[in-house]
């Protein structure tokens, strides 16, 4: 008797395991093929009858019956393989309704993640727009000290996010195992925020306006880049077309008519080269917020880091580094270091609106409100990039930028005659549109475009 493993199939019936062939003496002429009746139990078997009178069987590891070399049959346990993560012993054993109860709660989680995902993708967009538009409004006021905002920024998020940590912390949201996570993965993220504000900064000094929204482009294709080689991410064809079209429309967007391409050749390859670095530098503080929710995820065994312990621990050692810098920055929005001081003074003085300086009408609500704006849009972006991916929340942001254009188009108070709308908006924004259509429109189960091979995403 000769034996050997192979997948066989039989009708609508598959048997994933390893069979046993076995010849019989040649005395059957014909060919048949019979399956046993019990097949959706989980037993059968497949019988050949070949033309020169051998006889093959194909039986599971477990068969249900089994023929010896003397005719006679030897019984054997029920056969045993799985459907899905089940057993047919479960099947049969009456779990089958506990079984789809969970296949249908697993469906809803789904569907009810794909909703969160779309409502913090549309409150990403609209803190986007309006954080964007808040900012102009702000430095209105504030248009001679607009470093003393960065920094109000810069070190108030601090006091806000601690605060609010505080709060939760205290709520039972924050554990003490949330705050014992190691401090290692958020001194490089304040690292690398506070080289994004400095090359980006020094970069924006000598770029036009115009000029600095098309180069932000970059900011998702090092996203990308940087989570296929740290998150072991594979993005389909079809994405990565997508990911293209949103880019290309935002550029068509915002530089037609604002004769950006000049603007780019005017100031050098050096400063525009300088301005992709700092984008760099974002998209790689986000792909490691991310690790940082991933990993996190395991220590705490399946539960997910509050975002407000990231965000707080984050914006510290941005401050730190911000700090170290500021001998730096303040040379880049040309302001001696020892003038600092009394140009940080003047600064409070506009923004508070108290004193003889003029033209800080607005102040202090524009710049509270932006100030407001701007934690809500880190808030929900951060979120979003929680609930999804660093590409996912980089894409949402981007869709901000065409919705922003079209606003300052707006008569928005404070800022005088509404600017015409760019002539290639209109194809700028449908290209945009479509390849964000391109982008979410792909499977997602169909390749393994968002498995990371070294950490898993547990929420």
Not at 236 to 250: A, E, M, P, R, Y
Not at 422 to 449: E, M, Q
């Amino acid at each position: 008797m000769t034996s050997w493993s192979h997948r066989f199939s039989a009708g609508t019936a598959s048997f994933g395991g390893p069979f046993r062939l076995r010849q019989r003496p040649r005395s059957l002429p014909e060919v048949s093929i019979y399956r046993n009746d019990d097949l959706r139990s989980g037993c059968g078997c497949v019988i050949l009858r070949a033309p020169k009178h051998r006889r093959l069987e194909a039986v599971a590891p477990s068969g249900a019956w089994d023929l010896s070399d003397s005719g006679e049959e030897d019984r054997v346990k029920p056969c045993s393989y799985a459907v899905g993560d089940q057993r047919v012993e479960d099947l049969a054993e009456g779990k089958s309704g506990e079984i789809l109860e969970n296949i249908r709660a697993e469906k809803l989680r789904r569907s009810d993640r794909k909703v969160e995902i779309v409502v913090a993708a549309a409150s990403t967009v609209i803190f986007g727009v309006a954080n964007r538009v808040l900012y102009k409004l702000a430095l209105v006021p504030l248009k001679h000290y607009p470093f003393f905002l960065a920094q109000l920024a810069t070190f108030g998020y601090v006091i806000v996010y601690f605060s609010i940590l505080y709060l939760r912390y205290h709520a039972g949201i924050v554990t003490d195992e949330m705050l014992s996570t190691p401090k290692a993965p958020y001194i490089v993220a304040g690292l690398l925020e506070a080289l994004g504000a400095a090359t980006g900064m020094a970069a924006a000094a000598i770029l036009s306006g115009a000029s600095i929204p098309v180069l932000s482009q970059t900011f998702l294709v090092w996203q990308i880049l940087l989570s296929t080689i740290f998150l072991g991410r594979r993005y389909k064809t079809s994405q990565l077309f997508g990911c293209f079209f949103v880019t290309i429309g935002v550029i068509i967007t915002v530089a037609s008519g604002s004769n950006a391409g000049n603007s780019l050749k005017e100031a050098g390859i050096f400063w525009s080269l300088l301005m992709i670095i700092s984008f760099l530098f974002q998209a790689a503080d986000t792909v490691l917020k991310e690790i940082i929710f991933l990993d996190a995820s395991r220590q705490l065994k399946g539960r997910t880091i509050d975002l407000f312990v990231v965000n707080s621990f984050g914006s510290a050692f941005q401050a730190v580094f911000i700090l170290a810098l500021l001998p730096f920055l303040s040379k880049l929005w040309g302001i001696p270091f020892t003038q600092l001081p009394s140009y940080l003074r003047d600064g409070a003085a506009c923004f508070l609106n108290y004193g003889s300086l003029s033209g800080c009408d607005g102040a202090p609500l524009l710049p509270l409100l932006f100030i407001l704006v701007n934690i809500g849009f880190n808030i929900s972006l951060l979120h979003l990039l929680k609930i999804s991916s660093a590409v996912v929340s980089s894409l949402a942001s981007t869709f901000s930028v065409p919705i922003s254009v079209y606003m300052f188009t707006l008569p928005l108070p404070y800022i005088g005659v509404a600017s015409a709308l760019p002539s290639g908006f209109v194809a700028g924004a449908v290209i945009l549109v479509l390849g964000l259509l391109i982008y979410a429109w792909t499977p997602s189960g169909s390749s393994d475009t968002n498995n990371a091979t070294p950490h898993v995403p547990t929420t």
